[in-house]
């Protein structure tokens, strides 16, 4: 019988024959005993959006065992700003499905990421993991259907400036060793993602690349493969550990900040989505887009303005979120336009089957049905995101263009087929609405529309309040004013946020 996973590249998978998300704990102790594991690390996500750890040597199997069963305490209070001192302890349990081989410890490790719950036992309510899991669980009751997504990771590398294979400023898209610098910390960080069970599309180097003083500063971007919605957010939190990890073994630094200076490329995190149901991509049907696409499309579309407060968390965003650039402002939606805010990107439909046959005369035309690769892309985040909350916040968004009256003519009406900065166009930019353009901005839209989130319990009231709090809290309704012509204060400001997400 053919092995299936011989080609996958985490050894979990390949050694137990199961994909991830069957794992179970028997699984996961035998492949410790078998290959000689010494550490079990517990991996959660703060509310800075980073991981955090929690390191145990094994010393027995009952040990591994209780490890394995029972998690165990952390002080809450410390991990997130909502949570009062006097009453700080949590569990984090892990998820025997995120298990994966630690690419970088000396001593053989299994890193399995974490679920936080309260004394009683319960989901802590106000989690990201858990809202996400939550706003999962509510799609999926409304619609029947699955809610998958994927990432755009852009991210520049910082290193010593050199004069060898200099390519012109703004104009690194897609290039090659040598003249992308850090092709191979990338495939290398590639390889790394892919080994503890991240679904990787391709990597290359995007178009910013510039000198600063002394400095090279190196765009490059990692984009995922659609996947359920949950376990996306977990392979882009590893994936973001992984890259900086290997950036700090190689003595350079890795941002995914939104801006680094005016008038260079800013770093985005581009989200696609995708419903399915058995194995179907609802999205498209006869290659054109269906109702339900353009249902999705309204919910977010709707909610734009308070997605921001998930996706766009400090004022630096605000400083990549311009007009005139790639970076959307406008509430618009359109077909391979990249100044919308929600693009339809160019899909496999007509003809699909016969390219391959065209470009290699050795080849039959195939049949194969392509749609599944359909995808409508959210472009406004940014790596400052908080991965979880942004990934529950479109899915709640995409159920409520279910819930909305209208939907499709909601999304027919914000349509452009047009560059909308272009002066030709300039009709069809003032019928449209904007994105916030601060952070105090950003919270007064999550404000005005938290009942959507609040709905069906998803979202945490304590949760909101403490995002609202914090957005507001910098005070930045006109930083971007306020700085645009001094680019020391800016790149200040640039190095506050420079580790942020």
Not at 73 to 92: K, T
Not at 110 to 129: F, M, N, Q, R, V
Not at 287 to 305: F, N, Q, R
Not at 313 to 318: A, F, G, H, L, V
Request: net charge negative.
């Amino acid at each position: 019988m053919e092995n299936k996973y011989i080609l996958n590249p985490n050894p979990l998978v390949k050694f137990l024959q199961k994909p991830q998300r069957e794992f179970t704990k028997a699984d996961i102790i035998r492949y410790v005993v078998e290959n000689e594991i010494e550490m079990v690390n517990l991996r959660y996500v703060g509310a800075d959006g980073r991981l955090k750890t929690l390191n145990f040597i094994i010393n027995s199997l009952e040990h591994l065992d209780s490890i394995l069963t029972y998690g165990e305490r952390v002080d809450g209070s410390s991990l997130f700003p909502y949570i009062e001192a006097g009453a700080s302890d949590l569990y984090v349990i892990p998820r025997y499905r995120t298990a994966f081989l630690n690419p970088f410890s000396d001593i053989p490790a299994i890193d399995i990421l974490c679920s936080y719950y309260t004394k009683d036992g319960k989901p802590l309510e106000s989690a990201p993991e858990y809202t996400l899991r939550k706003a999962h669980e509510e799609f999926k009751k409304l619609t029947g259907m699955e809610f998958q997504a994927m990432g755009e990771l852009e991210y520049y590398v910082v290193s010593d400036k050199e004069d060898l294979f200099e390519i012109p400023d703004q104009r690194g898209y897609h290039e090659s060793a040598p003249f992308c610098k850090w092709a191979g910390l990338r495939t290398e960080a590639m390889r790394a993602i892919a080994q503890t069970g991240g679904q990787i599309k391709y990597g290359h180097s995007e178009v910013g690349n510039f000198t600063l003083g002394d400095l090279l500063y190196e765009q490059n971007e990692i984009e995922f493969l659609p996947v359920d919605v949950e376990e996306a957010a977990d392979q882009l939190v590893i994936a973001k550990w992984i890259m900086r990890t290997l950036a700090y073994q190689y003595g350079v630094d890795l941002t995914f900040a939104p801006k680094i200076t005016v008038g260079k490329a800013g770093s985005g995190l581009h989200i696609h989505t995708r419903i399915v149901k058995d194995g179907k991509n609802m999205y498209v049907a006869d290659g054109k887009l269906t109702e339900t696409a353009k249902k999705a499309m309204a919910g977010i579309l709707y909610a734009a303005p308070s997605l921001t407060a998930f996706g766009n968390t400090n004022p630096t965003s605000y400083f990549r979120l311009v007009p005139h650039q790639e970076a959307p402002t406008n509430i618009c939606w359109g077909d391979r336009n990249r100044s919308a805010l929600v693009r339809v990107p160019l899909g496999w439909t007509e003809g699909a089957n016969e390219m391959v046959a065209d470009a290699n005369p050795l080849e039959k035309v195939g049949d194969a049905d392509l749609s599944i690769k359909q995808t409508i892309e959210f472009r406004c985040p940014d790596g400052s995101a908080d991965l979880y909350l942004l990934l529950a916040g479109l899915v709640v968004a995409a159920r409520h263009g279910f819930e909305m009256e209208d939907a499709v003519k909601y999304a027919d009406d914000r349509y452009v087929s047009v560059n909308i900065f272009d002066d030709a166009y300039k009709a069809v930019a003032e019928r449209l609405s904007y994105l916030p353009s601060s952070c105090v901005e950003s919270a007064q839209r999550l404000q005005e529309q938290r009942a959507m989130y609040e709905a069906h319990q998803v979202f945490s009231p304590s949760l909101i309040d403490g995002l609202a709090k914090k957005l507001a809290a910098y005070n930045d309704l006109t930083l971007r004013h306020d700085l645009n012509n001094n680019p020391d204060k800016i790149q200040e400001l640039v190095r506050t946020f420079i580790n942020a997400g």
